[in-house]
Nanobody
């Protein structure tokens, strides 16, 4: 098992930046595949960015490509999401997720069904 603690959310103006962090209690097989999801009221949780921590391979949903960067610090057991050029539609509760999934299986669909979850951190983008 692994415990995840999300932090770094806040309120920013459009065009601003935030960096989210997700501290994992330990580095195990359960952190082989990690991601950030987000959710707004009344909508399903959406995969935003995914990383295979062994290879560093990343993937992003189309709406954040070029603006968000996911990364994993192995020494600190911490997942990051650097968010730039934020838009009002990025407003959501953001959750980190971790799962024991291999290179081929590590994707949003499998993560959403198999992951450990952080408690969430709120991001609000408005003028």
């Amino acid at each position: 098992q692994v415990q995840l603690v999300d932090s770094g959310g806040g309120s920013v103006q459009p065009g601003g930046s935030l960096r989210l962090s997700c501290a994992a209690s330990r580095n195990t097989y359960s952190t082989r595949c990690m991601a950030w999801f987000r959710q707004t009221p009344g909508k399903e949780r959406e995969g935003v960015a995914r990383i295979r921590t062994g290879s560093g391979n990343t993937d992003y949903t189309d709406s954040v490509k070029g603006r968000f960067t996911i990364s994993w610090d192995n020494a600190k057991n911490t997942l990051y999401l650097q968010m730039s050029s934020l838009k009002p539609e990025d407003t959501a509760m953001y959750y980190c997720a971790a799962a024991n999934l291999g290179e081929i299986s590590c994707g949003f669909f499998n993560l959403a069904r198999a992951a450990y979850w952080g408690q969430g951190t709120q991001v609000s983008v408005s003028s």
